[in-house]
């Protein structure tokens, strides 16, 4: 089929009724769904005109609604161009909301988007995919005959169990749609490089076909129901009517009016955030939380009526919109119609209520936080205080915390030590600028008072006791100075000294606070190695010799990997026992592992009790794919530094980004960290809790 004409002669022209529910601009009513909803289907178009479709969100309210006719979100990869269309989700909910509009503008990942029509989509494709049922077992992976793009890691078996997509085409007169589609198995493989996805007798608007007649490019991404997987999907779309092909993808002896064909150019398998974060599969939203969406489409359809001076029939929906408990009737009434619609197309199992979602609600251990201060120590280091509502920060004096900010549409994490005393309202964090470093880069050119941000911890072994009296020795470097800076305004009884190794006296870190509490509880010393040369083994010993510690003193060391090493061999040579020593190393970041392009099973278990199975997606860490399926996976800081991740290798192969906290013993022992750990293989994990030395 290559026109409109025979396109419409097989599926019918749209009735006026069903274009009459779109609306030019966002409502009430659509603000509230775009408020709740946490998840959306884009679809968009890149500079050099490459079709894209992705998923966006991972919170309620990603996209911000700035006017009835203009919104924003944040597009995390590429740059969308001209006319953009989306499918806004609401997780167990069975219709959806279509947003169309183009590109106004762009500052920095921020896309802003103006509105040009809006409607409520019936719940057929989400009810005929089951996507907020309990996940089913997928069926077998086909074999796919011949070369392509379908061949590619992963994107057979992604489809066999793939009931869901969103489906992007543009017409030739600058509109874009984005539409939901729903089948036991939406797409078939017929080889390599060809898909077919039927298109089944409930579609009224075919908004997608009537495109397609007019410019064939298309694209789309499909969903797995319990997986934070997406399949990325573009190339050029045809329609056909062929019975033979119909006939493959009858339902009960009734086969689809007409099918959609895929020449396939590009097919991904590819983590998402999104969807991660999103929480779909762990957590449907409450009956009455959201606008009933279908009589949102009443109104919408009132309201043109009467614009558009329809007299009588206007009046009565009107007045029928207000009778109470109308909602209710038709809800009951939209059910029924489904059930029957769905059952005359074939399908024999029908569910149009929402089950309970697929797994437990994961506490992600996060609290947020609101910069209320931003302090400039140095010119390369600022300290961010941080407010929750006057909520203390309880932590030991030397811990660190997991900072989580959104950059550029993405989750960045890092850890950095507290730098105040604990017990506080205020959380203190001083982050120094490295060249190059994402999050550090944010801290100093992007955050300001009033910004929030998101924290996890406290974690880390590294710290003091502030009732034990015990002497402190300390030796930091640059921003090493951190966790000693804690310690010291906790005020641990006991004598305390510090050897501060920084290449200027620009570049120290609290100078003038540490002037001042420098005493005779408290002495300080400052080696600037733009001067004097690099803190050595000689100078370490030389600065210890005038320090003359105590027998039961306790060192504190915190710095770059070859200092630590060098005051930990000094301190060795001096007889100091090893559990007197307390070290911790910091890195600019952790360097990436290698990965599979593939997704790849995990199993997990503790002990001899089976936990579950899960698929980590391309690039996704063990962890973060465990906690997306809710399982009870251990963990705190989540970036490699505290081991409270660490779980025993049972089975496959893992590749860790480092530097990381793992021991050389507990990686010979097949110990791995899951939060910097990527599967390279089918892996199985036990999280039973391993003994402190990480030995079984």
Aim: one cysteine or more; glycine letters at 10%.
């Amino acid at each position: 089929m290559t026109t409109v004409e025979e396109v419409e002669a097989v599926l019918g022209r749209p009735p006026s009724m069903i274009m009459l529910k779109q609306i030019g601009a966002l409502d009430d009513g659509c603000r509230a769904v775009l408020a709740l909803c946490p998840l959306a289907g884009f679809g968009y178009r890149d500079a050099d005109g490459v079709s894209r479709t992705t998923f966006l969100g991972g919170a309620p309210g990603f996209a911000r609604v700035h006017s009835p006719t203009r919104i924003s979100f944040t597009l995390p990869d590429g740059e969308a161009h001209g006319a953009v269309s989306f499918v806004f989700l609401l997780p167990g909910v069975g219709e959806t909301l279509r947003v169309n509009g183009s590109v106004a503008k762009r500052k920095g990942a921020e896309t802003f988007v103006d509105i040009r029509e809006a409607y409520v989509h019936c719940a057929q494709a989400v009810i005929r995919s089951r996507l907020w049922q309990p996940p089913v077992a997928a069926g077998p992976t086909p074999e796919v005959d011949g070369e392509g793009p379908l061949r590619g890691p992963g994107v057979a078996a992604f489809l066999a169990a793939a009931p869901f997509l969103a489906l992007s085409t543009w017409d030739t007169e600058g509109g874009s749609d984005t539409s939901p589609r729903g089948d036991r198995t939406v797409a078939r493989i017929l080889d390599g490089r060809t898909l077919a996805i039927p298109d089944r007798k409930g579609n009224k608007r075919a908004d997608s076909l009537h495109n397609l007649v007019q410019d064939d490019r298309l694209s789309f991404a499909a969903l797995v129901p319990g997986r934070t997987g997406v399949l990325h999907v573009r190339g050029r779309g045809s329609i056909t009517d062929d019975p033979a092909l119909l006939a493959t993808m009858a339902l009960r002896g009734t086969a689809p009016h007409a099918a959609l064909l895929i020449d396939v150019e590009h097919a991904e398998v590819t983590s998402s955030e999104a969807v991660a974060r999103s929480r779909v599969w762990t957590s449907h939203l409450a009956k009455g939380t959201a606008p009933d969406l279908m009589v949102m489409a009443g109104d919408h359809l009132a309201a043109n009526m009467a614009a558009a001076e329809k007299g009588l029939l206007a009046r009565v929906l009107a007045v029928v919109a207000r009778t109470p408990g109308i909602g209710r009737a038709l809800r009951a009434a939209m059910n029924v119609a489904y059930r029957s619609g769905l059952r005359k197309e074939g399908y024999d199992d029908v569910e149009v209520e929402a089950r309970q979602a697929v797994g437990p609600v994961v506490d992600t251990g996060l609290r947020q936080v609101r910069i209320a201060e931003v302090r400039r120590e140095t010119p390369s280091a600022v300290t961010l205080v941080l407010e929750d509502d006057g909520r203390p920060f309880d932590f030991r004096p030397g811990q660190f915390f997991t900072l989580v900010a959104d950059i550029d549409g993405r989750p960045v994490r890092r850890a950095y030590s507290a730098s105040s005393a604990p017990g506080s309202p205020r959380l203190e964090i001083t982050v120094k600028y490295v060249e190059g470093g994402r999050f550090s880069t944010h801290v100093h050119r992007t955050l300001r008072v009033g910004d929030r941000l998101a924290v996890r911890g406290p974690s880390g072994a590294f710290h003091v006791d502030p009732a034990v009296a015990h002497e402190v020795v300390m030796i930091a470097a640059g921003s090493g100075v951190t966790p000693m800076m804690s310690m010291i305004r906790s005020r641990p009884a006991g004598r305390m000294a510090l050897l501060c190794s920084d290449r200027t006296r620009e570049e120290v870190i609290f100078a003038d606070e540490l002037r001042g509490l420098a005493s005779d509880r408290l002495s300080v010393t400052h080696v600037l190695t733009r001067e004097r040369g690099r803190l050595d083994a000689a100078g370490v010993r030389g600065w210890l010799a005038g320090v003359r510690p105590s027998d039961d003193a306790r060192y504190y060391l915190c710095g770059p990997e070859a200092l630590v090493d060098v005051v930990r061999g000094v301190l060795a040579e001096a007889g100091v026992p090893d559990d007197r020593v307390h070290h911790e190393r910091y890195t600019s970041g952790a360097d990436s592992a290698d990965t599979t392009t593939a997704p790849q099973e995990m199993a997990v278990v503790d002990g001899d009790h089976e936990v579950g199975t899960v698929v980590v997606e391309p690039g996704q860490t063990l962890l973060d794919a465990g906690l997306a399926a809710g399982l009870p996976m251990p963990y705190s800081c989540t970036v490699g530094n505290c081991g409270d991740c660490l779980v025993k290798l049972r089975g496959g192969e893992v590749a860790m980004s480092g530097p990381n906290c793992l021991t050389p013993e507990q990686r010979a022992d097949g110990y791995v960290l899951t939060c910097v750990g990527r599967p390279l293989s089918e892996v199985a994990l036990d999280i039973a809790e391993p003994s402190p030395d990480g030995r079984e």
